[in-house]
Structure formats: structure tokens, C-alpha cells
């Protein structure tokens, strides 16, 4: 069964560091590329980042760039989200999500189940 | 920036009508990069629709996916009491590469 498990959420004060992770099993990690997005409370998606499988290709939304940082290691089967200089606006859940790649055509599927952050002081 | 614009935000309708949802891009997309999502409360969308049009595995034949260009939409033939939740389209830009989602429907019981 294809599984992403997110962890490392929690509550912490604007400014401060995150880092989430997200383990994947029932595939091959490796030849998938990732991505990380976010739910602010009884809000609608907003894509946050991605990354390639062999980690050539990395993107980021306007409205994180700078601050946060994707990485994968495929040994282990996990990505992370680097999340720095936090803000408000990033209290959000945040699900990891497989990129299906297929010819020209893409979709994220399957996701996680989510993970809380909340920026609070 | 594609922007998607979903409509209407709220859908009334009872169980066993025909519900339609609308997704409007600013631009012109590729329907190779248009897909729908379903999320219920507490849990993690779903996929149920990509390529604008190819249903996601395991998902039934009452939901269907159509459009091109700025126009898409979202079919579900007779709705059953499962399928009241909140809809999304989504959609991949190359350039610069990045991925967008519509604002939401919200299909609740009429």
C-alpha cells in the first residue's frame, strides 16, 4: 500500500524553525518527484514546493521563497520542508503529496494525512 | 500567474441530482495539466480526476471531467450522500513551474 506519513508539526513562535518530514513507503521514493502543500485553517490548497526525484529540480511559491527549504533523501524514503523565519500566515496543515508524472500530464496523488504547524507567539 | 476561479462556492443539492462545477482559468491551460480533487473534513484530498478528463483509479463512473482551454468542469451524475465534501480543481504552469488550485466548491446536502 502506498503510504506518506508526515510528522513534525507543533506550535511554534513567529520567527522560529520548523522542519518537517514525510516517510514514504509502498513505492519506489526514488523515482517520484515531491511536493509539500498547505491548508491554512478552514482555507482552500495552496502549493508550497516541489522537488524532483534525483533532487535537480526544485520550485517554490512566491509566498515562501527564501524562507523555506525542500530536500528528499532517497535512502531513507523521506522528505522534509526546512521551514524558517515563520510567520502567521504559514499556520497552516501541511501535506506532502506525490507527483505523478505521466507523458505531459500531472497530479498529486496519493497524500498524506497532514501535519499542524501553527505560528503563534 | 494562472488564476483558477471555481463556481459556484456553495452547491445545495439533494441526493440523486445532477451536480456541475465550474473551474474558470485566467488563461488558456493545458488540459494535460488540469486535474479535481475531493476533500471531506479531516481528511486529505483525494484524486479524482487528471488530464481533465481521465478518472483517478477506484473512482466511480458518476464522476466525470470535462473542458479545455479556460473552461473546465467537474460532472457528477447522481450524487450520493459520499459525495458532499469540498471540490478543488488544480493546475501545473511551466513557466515559471508552479501549481495552482481553485479557491474550493463546497457541494453540502440541499
Known amino acids: 500500500e502506498v503510504q506518506l506519513v508526515e510528522s513534525g508539526g507543533g506550535l511554534v513562535q513567529p520567527g522560529g524553525s520548523l522542519r518537517l518530514s514525510c516517510a514514504a513507503s509502498?513505492?519506489?521514493?526514488?523515482?517520484?518527484?515531491m511536493s509539500w502543500v498547505r491548508q491554512a485553517p478552514g482555507k482552500g490548497l495552496e502549493w508550497v514546493s516541489y522537488?524532483?526525484?534525483?533532487?535537480?529540480?526544485?520550485y517554490y511559491a512566491d509566498s515562501v521563497k527564501g524562507r523555506f527549504t525542500i530536500s528528499r533523501d532517497n535512502a531513507k524514503n523521506s522528505l522534509y520542508l526546512q521551514m524558517n523565519s515563520l510567520r502567521d500566515e504559514d499556520t497552516a496543515v501541511y501535506y506532502c503529496?506525490?507527483?505523478?508524472?505521466?507523458?505531459?500530464?500531472?497530479?498529486?496523488?496519493?497524500w498524506g494525512q497532514g501535519t499542524l504547524v501553527t505560528v503563534s507567539s | 500567474e494562472i488564476v483558477l476561479t471555481q463556481s459556484p462556492g456553495t452547491l445545495s443539492l439533494s441526493p440523486g441530482e445532477r451536480a456541475t462545477l465550474s473551474c474558470r482559468a485566467s488563461q488558456s491551460v493545458s488540459s494535460s495539466y488540469l486535474a479535481w480533487y475531493q476533500q471531506k473534513p479531516g481528511q486529505a484530498p483525494r484524486l479524482l480526476i487528471y488530464?481533465?478528463?481521465t478518472r483517478a483509479t477506484g473512482i466511480p463512473d458518476r464522476f466525470s471531467g470535462s473542458g479545455s482551454g479556460t473552461d473546465f468542469t467537474l460532472t457528477i451524475s447522481r450524487l450520493e450522500p459520499e459525495d458532499f465534501a469540498v471540490y478543488y480543481c488544480q493546475q501545473y504552469g511551466s513557466s515559471p513551474p508552479m501549481y495552482t488550485f481553485g479557491q474550493g466548491t463546497k457541494l453540502e446536502i440541499k
Open positions: 488530464g481533465a478528463s
Open positions: 503529496a506525490r507527483v505523478e508524472i505521466v507523458g505531459a500530464t500531472r497530479w498529486f496523488d496519493p
Open positions: 509502498g513505492f519506489t521514493f526514488s523515482s517520484y518527484s
Open positions: 522537488i524532483s526525484s534525483s533532487s535537480s529540480a526544485i
